[in-house]
């Protein structure tokens, strides 16, 4: 039995979740097991009905990612054709009526440093005597470090404050407890499909054979605790306690029209960062604080490629691996309204019961526009 499309997921006028998005998921309805989804305007529909392919009838993305980029078109030209036609009754939710799920596992996990506004931000806050505040590094390679896969969370998981050492102000041995400078990070998640062997490095030009999809990125940091323990290893506890994602997995293949020239990158790259075109997207995000709008980064000043932070990842012959996830950093462009972290801000942190919300929105086909669903979380009191 089947039934017409919903008039309001026909994906006519600004919806965000057309045919031109068809994001994946993993939702379940009423207590169900949990199953892979697309969004269709404002409803969720069911991929291993729809489809009828047992590999989208299981309570991850994984084993649909591993199958790799031919098979991820396949898929994707096969959701389009069927979503023309009649759709399985038992099949299409209401997407208030659901609970979405973290929707792969994530492997392993990576956070770049990639937006030159922020590093400089941060350079002249941490470093005012230096006339230049990026380091020596910056422009030769993308800086990141690794962090843990195990605490990267859905969007709407409760995030707990985090406690650990801290040096106050004027005192001479470190305190510990809550945090009391717990901030954001604003920033896109690129989901690894296909990964390479150990000793075989991706070549920048041979990314997309690998990249899957874009989450919104929540990288939640505690910069009292941070501070104090990050050299000279670099971040830690300051940063594992969470990371949210949104629910949505948007493909590479939907975002095709916000393809755009990443700044220009100078001095030249070494080469096996060169690109014909180092690429960036044109995707606009926006934070939302308790309710407000407080900040409209756009990712398209972001100056090193998502290929290149892949080529990377990898150049030493790392490997990667299905449901690995590295994010972008925290984006910023070059005016005060349009930071992705609070601390460049000039004050204020987060508080116990503050909701902080990411969204974005991207260019589609046809003059259309894509979303990316909430990126949601809110925080809670210590915990003894």
């Known amino acids: 039995m089947s039934s017409p499309a919903p008039a309001s997921a026909t994906g006519t006028g600004p919806d965000l979740f057309g045919p031109a998005n068809l994001p994946y998921g993993i939702y379940s309805v009423d207590g169900s097991q949990p199953r892979a989804c697309t969004r269709l305007g404002d409803y969720v529909i069911d991929l291993g009905r729809l489809l009828g392919d047992p590999v989208l009838e299981q309570p991850t993305l994984d084993a649909f990612l591993a199958q790799g980029r031919r098979r991820w078109d396949e ?34 996990y990576v956070d770049f440093y990639a937006s030159e506004h922020h590093a400089s931000n941060l350079g002249r806050l941490f470093r005012p005597d230096n006339p230049n505040p990026l380091l020596p590094n910056w422009k030769h390679l993308p800086v990141s470090y690794t962090g843990r896969a195990a605490s990267v969370v859905v969007s709407g998981t409760e995030v707990v404050r985090p406690c650990g050492q801290r040096m106050p102000a004027g005192a001479e041995v470190p305190a510990f407890g809550p945090s009391t400078r717990l901030d954001i990070e604003a920033e896109l998640g690129f989901v690894v499909g296909v990964g390479n062997e150990m000793g075989t490095p991706i070549a920048a030009a041979d990314a997309e054979e690998h990249l899957f999809g874009v989450v919104l990125f929540n990288d939640w940091s505690a910069r009292d605790i941070q501070a104090w323990e990050y050299v000279p290893l670099g971040p830690h506890l300051g940063k594992s306690f969470a990371s949210t994602i949104s629910p949505w997995v948007v493909p590479m293949a939907a975002l095709e029209a916000a393809r755009v020239d990443t700044p220009v990158q100078d001095p030249p790259v070494l080469p096996y960062l060169a690109m014909d075109r180092p690429w960036g997207l044109d995707i606009e995000l926006e934070v939302e604080w308790n309710g407000e709008v407080v900040s409209r980064p756009p990712y398209s000043s972001m100056y090193w490629s998502p290929a290149q932070m892949l080529a990377h990842l990898t150049v030493n012959g790392a490997p990667t691996r299905t449901g690995d996830l590295f994010a972008s950093g925290t984006i910023s462009g070059p005016q005060p309204d349009q930071v992705g972290s609070f601390i460049e801000r000039g004050g204020g942190f987060l508080e116990d019961g503050d909701e ?27 915990r003894p």
């Open 75 to 108: 898929v994707r030209g096969a959701i389009t054709e069927a979503l023309s036609g009649g759709l399985p009754a038992d099949g299409v939710h209401p997407v208030a009526d659901v609970v979405l799920h973290l929707p792969f596992t994530v492997a392993d």
């Open 356 to 382: 902080v919300v990411l969204r974005a929105t991207a260019p589609g086909v046809d003059g259309t526009r894509i979303g990316f669903g909430e990126c949601r979380g809110r925080i809670a009191k210590a």
